[in-house]
């Protein structure tokens, strides 16, 4: 073969490729069913290890402050077993905390529960008075009609049907299927957090491998800076919503509602997805005081968990912060839409940390070329 005829082929070789490119995308789009099948099979089959990362992830975040507590120790035995012995205790106080929830929390909540279900008559000839109400102010000629919001109550609870749990047998087996799988994840995250500096090594070479070093060592820095703006995050958001859930469960007791305990945990909970959680928390918190215990009461309740999150928005928050993520507002809200658009909560919760790491990359970028412009 001439030069000539090796130039033709290479100039054809791109239309050839993408014939051969539509040709397979053809085909696979008439097979969507089966690849769907096996994607689906094969996130079924990873899906204990994901969760097992998260657990150890999350895990690992309070091993390393226990880890180097034990590394201020004199003791030889400890200090050769530093690491094994900071996940066990880890994983321990975590134990511990589950059983906390299940003897203490989980009792209240379902006391909570029922004493919620024995008293709908009485909030609902509540819901009906603040209807009525309502329509006396004839406010804009709007009126609010007590059958159809019956309706529509009872349209929502329509899909909790008791003929959709009529194969006992598969429940039973779905249930055994994630009690396995949550044993799969918590045996993974400790073997993920004996092996966690391994991973770290190789992860480095094989980066090392496929990329120059001055790409490898930016990749390294930015994946490191990631890590460290999850860890703070999960930190802080767990020390801020303690605090918040604690305050609004003593300020709702404060008010004698029999839902305190639920509502502060929910509060602190949703803490977690930023801005939007705490709104929606409390304008659920205050609906259910409103409901149960009338109009006044949740407006007194509005008015003091609003005064709880503006203390914790201004005071609390931006303390246990210390700037980390000095972000706009604007930015926060987008990233938090565009998190929970693709991952849902999990999105919402990890929007921040990721977008502290993008901006900080973005004006890497356009610090480097306003400086070769300079020049």
Known sequence: MNKEQEKKYRALLPYFLLGLAIIAAYRISGEMAFFANIVRRALEIIAPFFYGFLLAYIINIPRSAIQNLLAKTNTKFILKRQKQLSILVAFLFLLALIALIINLIVPAIISSVA???ANIPAYWESVLRVVERFNEMDLFGWHISADALLVIIGDF???FRIENLSRPINILVGAGATVFSGIIAFIASIYI????DKFKIFAQR?????????????????FARLNHNFRQYIRTQTIDGIILGILATV?????GSPYALVLGLMLGVVNYIPYFGSIFGTLAAVIVVAF????????????????VQQIDANIIQPKLMSGSFSLSPLLVIISITVGGALAGIFGMIAAIPIIAVLKDILDSIMAHYERKKQF
């Open 251 to 255: 300020l709702l007791l404060i008010l």
């Open 206 to 222: 094989l980066i090392r491998l496929v990329t120059t070093n001055e790409i490898s060592d930016m990749i390294v820095e930015h």
């Open 193 to 196: 957090l004996l092996e966690k």
């Open 292 to 307: 149960t215990q009338g109009l006044t009461m949740g407006l007194i309740a509005a008015a003091a968990l609003f005064t």
């Open 115 to 117: 004493f919620f279900i």
């Open 157 to 159: 609870f329509s899909e």
